[in-house]
């Protein structure tokens, strides 16, 4: 079994910046592929960003630029920087981890991106 704790959401105005965190539980942390994910209200979850156990990055062409997805496999944690936030990021975001006993999911973080 895989925890996965988010933190570091809130409410920030466009073009500001979060750094969104996710600690899992867990020894063999840096086999796990794991990504970040987001669903707004009356929308589908969809994907913003992953990174493989070798610090391959993926990202949603909306994001591409202004998003950063990084992990410390020392503190079990992966990180999502975002930049030049927008409006339309208003979404929770959630972290997902793919293991090879499954796939995790946190409990997700709000971030509203209001003036």
């Known amino acids: 079994q895989v925890q996965l704790v988010e933190s570091g959401g809130g409410l920030v105005q466009p073009g500001g910046s979060l750094r969104l965190s996710c600690a899992a539980s867990?020894?063999?942390?840096?086999?796990?592929?794991m990504g970040w994910y987001r669903q707004a209200p009356g929308k589908q979850r969809e994907l913003v960003a992953t990174i493989t156990n070798r610090h391959r990055t993926n990202y949603a062409d909306s994001v591409k630029g202004r998003f950063s997805i990084s992990r410390d496999d020392a503190k079990n944690t992966v990180y999502l920087q975002t930049n030049s936030l927008k409006p339309e990021d208003t979404a929770v975001y959630y972290c997902?981890?793919?293991?090879?006993?499954?796939?995790?999911w946190g409990q997700g973080t709000q971030v509203t991106v209001s003036s």
């Open positions: 997902n981890a793919n293991a090879p006993m499954g796939v995790y």
């Open positions: 867990g020894s063999i942390f840096s086999i796990y592929t």
